[in-house]
């Protein structure tokens, strides 16, 4: 059975499913499209590298020193997963009784990666705090994508 907290977020959210199929097409392409998710984080962190600055050196050093903290975010986060209760992706759990995103693939997600923490949200995160150092605007820019185009498809779809 799957504890409380998770299983209302789920049924909250995953009642939605399967009604709307341009949306529900929509929200798998998100989830599906590496390039896109990373691709206007990146393109933020060389907006931001090129950018005129007083302190340009300082500027890119917090750059460099945030891709480093994301980069050792994700190694804690894969090690905790080691060491920590497996628990399966919430749309693998028979018991959330989910219904499935309308051009969503179930069978092609294997059940051996921990679901918790989530190595996107993780990543993702790490990295809008990482611009969020850099430039206050672009930081809370990318914490609303993040959670929006990345975190949310995710979570809706049941990964």
């Given at each position: 059975?799957?504890n ?10 995953n ?6 199929e ?12 590496d390039?896109?998710?990373g ?6 962190f060389?907006?931001?590298?090129f950018k005129?600055a ?5 500027k ?5 020193s ?7 975010a994700m190694?804690?986060?894969r090690?905790?997963?080691?060491f ?5 992706r919430p749309i693998?759990?028979?018991a959330?009784?989910?219904?499935t ?5 179930v069978?092609?997600i ?11 949200g993780?990543?993702f995160f790490?990295l ?9 605007r672009?930081g ?15 979570i809706?779809?049941?990964?």
């Amino acid at each position: 059975m799957p504890n409380f907290f998770d299983h209302s977020v789920m049924s909250a959210i995953n009642q939605f499913c399967g009604k709307h199929e341009i949306f529900d097409r929509f929200v798998v392409f998100l989830t599906d499209n590496d390039l896109l998710k990373g691709c206007l984080i990146m393109t933020l962190f060389w907006w931001e590298w090129f950018k005129p600055a007083e302190n340009l050196a300082g500027k890119r050093q917090r750059i460099i020193s945030g891709i480093y903290g994301s980069c050792v975010a994700m190694i804690l986060v894969r090690v905790i997963t080691m060491f920590t209760h497996f628990r399966t992706r919430p749309i693998l759990n028979p018991a959330n009784h989910l219904i499935t995103a309308i051009g969503f693939n179930v069978g092609r997600i294997p059940n051996t990666h921990n679901s918790f923490p989530s190595d996107h949200g993780t990543m993702f995160f790490a990295l809008a705090t990482a611009l969020f150092f850099v430039s206050r605007r672009m930081g809370i820019f990318s914490f609303i994508y993040v959670a929006l185009f990345i975190a949310f498809p995710r979570i809706y779809v049941g990964l």
